[in-house]
Nanobody, 121 residues
């Protein structure tokens, strides 16, 4: 069974920091590409940041210099450190894994249920 569980969301003031965590199970984490996406009502889900198994990172232009994605392979966990938060960062943040599950042959995309981040004006 594959599970991705986000945590760390909540209400924060403009400019504040927040760290999101995504704990995974059931996937071969060490070879997985991980990512954070976000979505607001009425809008398409958008990429925030990705990190490959080789620790190559990629960020949306809107978060460059403010957000940092990282991973802890020993803990099967990916993080998103968010600094200098803005109201426009308010969204449900989803964890994504492009990974092979144990007992499966093909890599697939897996998603967490999301965690809400609300940045007050």
């Amino acid at each position: 069974q594959v599970q991705l569980v986000e945590s760390g969301g909540g209400l924060v003031q403009t400019g504040g920091p927040l760290r999101l965590s995504c704990a995974t199970s059931g996937i071969i984490f060490g070879s997985a590409s991980m990512g954070w996406y976000r979505q607001v009502p009425g809008k398409q889900r958008e990429l925030v940041a990705t990190i490959t198994s080789g620790d190559i990172t990629n960020y949306a232009d809107s978060v460059k210099g403010r957000f940092t994605i990282s991973r802890d392979n020993a803990a099967n966990t990916v993080y998103l450190q968010m600094n200098g938060l803005k109201p426009e960062d308010t969204a449900v943040y989803y964890c994504n894994a492009r990974a092979r599950a144990y007992r499966d042959t093909w890599p697939m995309d897996y998603w967490g249920k999301g965690t809400l981040v609300t940045v007050s004006s």
